[in-house]
Each structure stands twice: as C-alpha cells, then as structure tokens.
C-alpha cells in the first residue's frame, strides 16, 4: 500500500519561507496525482495545491496562488510545496496525499485522495 511522508515543517517568522517534501515508501510516485492540503485547529482539511502525474499542471488554492510553488522530482520519488512570504494565516498541519484518479489534482477535493501522510505542523509566528 502507498504510504507518504511529509516533512519539512517548522516555525517560520511572517514573510519566511519554508518547503515541505512529500516522499514515498516502497511504491513510485509516478503514477498519481499528487495534492497538498492543510488543515488548521477548528477549520477542515482544504487543498492547498495539486500537480499532476506528468508534473506538467499544477492548481492553487487562491489564498497561496503567487506565493507557493509545487513541484515533484520523480527520481527522487518526492513531490515538493515551497512556501515564500508565508503568513500566520499559513499556520496549520500540512498534509499531502495521492489522487485516486489522474484528474484529481485539478479539484483539490479531500475525497479524492488517499493514502494520507501523518502530517507536519507549519507554525507562522513572530
């Protein structure tokens, strides 16, 4: 089964940056659309970004479009988030997943992906 691990996550001043790296155990990345998606305390889970299969389409939510770039190395097996000119409003645990069909990175929708990493914890604070 396709498991995947987040890290990269940490405490960052406003304006920082940080990226996160989403990589897989046993299976290759190549064949799924891959999502990021965040969840902060009291909020749902909402997509952040997705990149598709090829790498070649990528979607943003619009509260990160400008700021955020994904990208996946697929020789490293490893999809990236750099996050730039972060904003407390950042603040929240990131999770990646993969899509459970090809399209799904262009929807961002949480029932469309599985194989959910455990998270890591992105805090925006001066």
């Known amino acids: 089964q396709l498991q995947l691990v987040e890290s990269g996550g940490g405490l960052v001043q406003p304006g920082g940056s940080l990226r996160l790296s989403c990589a897989a155990a046993?299976?290759?990345?190549?064949?799924?659309?891959i999502g990021w998606f965040r969840q902060a305390p009291g909020k749902e889970r909402e997509g952040v970004s997705g990149i598709s299969i090829s790498g070649g389409s990528t979607k943003y939510a619009d509260s990160v479009k400008g700021r955020f770039t994904i990208s996946r190395d697929n020789a490293k097996n490893t999809v990236y988030l750099q996050m730039n000119s972060l904003k407390p409003e950042d603040t929240a645990v990131y999770y990646c997943?993969?899509?459970?069909?090809?399209?799904?990175?262009?929807?961002?929708?949480?029932?469309?992906?599985?194989?959910w990493g455990q998270g890591t914890q992105v805090t925006v604070s001066s």
């Open positions: 046993r299976f290759t990345l190549d064949y799924y659309a």
């Open positions: 997943a993969a899509g459970l069909y090809g399209s799904a990175w262009n929807h961002l929708l949480v029932s469309d992906f599985g194989s």
